[in-house]
């Protein structure tokens, strides 16, 4: 890279790294960047950066298709619901060795040093009770307790959040993670939520990535749930977009976990990409 480039990067991003400087940001990680490991690196390596210019980062994650795996292997058959993965005893049982444990620890380890490893039964902070019967142990959150996530995060650490919740009893539930990521960026007020999927952002027909949709009023998401543009494992995730938005978090945007350093183009560069939510704000 010639010197000339190499000044323009950094000129661009210091409006960005003095804007992030010292916020609160959550990364909800999930799909293709879990289970490529060069991907994986890459946006541990993003993470590690955003901590170490002054970045407050929480990364909350997912592991479906580690999850999908051990089930195969135990015979257990994966069945979903409105998006929402039907999770009977023996299927709670794989999903919290699988998240709390191995998937979790294989993020930390990548972290060197700067990660810590959680799950929402840590200091009983993800409290939730019983969606419904239909779903079993998948759980709705009644209430986040940031107290260890902050504690974590002004001693420079990343709290890596695995989406196992827990009942007034102390019985485990699968929590979305989509989901589970909006509540606590809404509960530490964070400056902005950030979901990565599999896709570019959003998309008008789900088979062509040319029909991205770059920016959508919260307001509008409703039309394209019922234009069925917005369809089953999307719709918690931007239903979680549209209630961190309302409840106070600034910026929330959908970006492509496929794409090498996603993390920082997103936060320091003009190139972000992906699907931006926000709220139009009325004028006084």
């Known amino acids: 890279m010639k010197n000339e480039e190499m ?10 790294i003095q804007k992030y400087h010292g916020k609160t940001v959550v990364i909800k990680y999930g799909g293709n960047a879990m289970v490529n490991e060069e991907l994986k690196d890459a946006v541990m390596n993003d993470l590690v950066t955003l901590t170490l210019l002054g970045v407050r980062v929480v990364l909350v994650h997912g592991g479906g298709p580690d999850i999908n795996r051990m089930l195969k292997l135990v015979g257990v058959e994966s069945r979903f619901e409105a998006g929402l993965r039907v999770t009977d005893d023996a299927t709670m049982e794989i999903v919290q060795q699988v998240l709390a444990g191995k998937v979790n620890k294989d993020l930390v380890a990548k972290l060197h040093g700067r990660g810590v490893g959680l799950c ?3 200091g009983q902070m993800i409290h939730c009770e019983q969606l419904d019967e239909l779903h079993g142990h998948v759980g709705e959150i009644t209430g986040v307790d940031t107290t260890l996530i902050n504690n974590l995060l002004d001693l420079h650490y990343i709290p890596v959040i695995a989406t196992v919740g827990m009942d007034d009893a102390g019985a485990a539930y699968n929590i979305n993670a989509d989901t589970a990521a909006a509540e606590i960026a809404i509960a530490l007020h964070a400056e902005k939520l950030v979901s990565m999927t599999d896709i570019a952002g959003l998309l ?20 394209y749930k019922n234009a069925g543009i917005l369809a089953g494992g999307m719709i918690p995730k931007i239903d979680g977009m549209a209630d961190a938005i309302y409840q106070g978090v600034h910026e929330a945007v959908i970006i492509d976990g496929r794409v090498l350093h996603s993390v920082l183009l997103e936060f320091f560069s003009d190139r972000g990409s992906g699907t931006l939510f926000y709220r139009r704000r009325s004028r006084d």
């Open 120 to 122: 929402g039964i840590d």
């Open 7 to 16: 000044a323009l990067l950094f000129s661009e991003a210091t409006p960005y």
């Open 204 to 223: 008008r027909d789900k088979d062509d990535e040319t029909t991205l949709i770059p920016q959508v009023e919260v307001s509008e998401i409703e039309g």
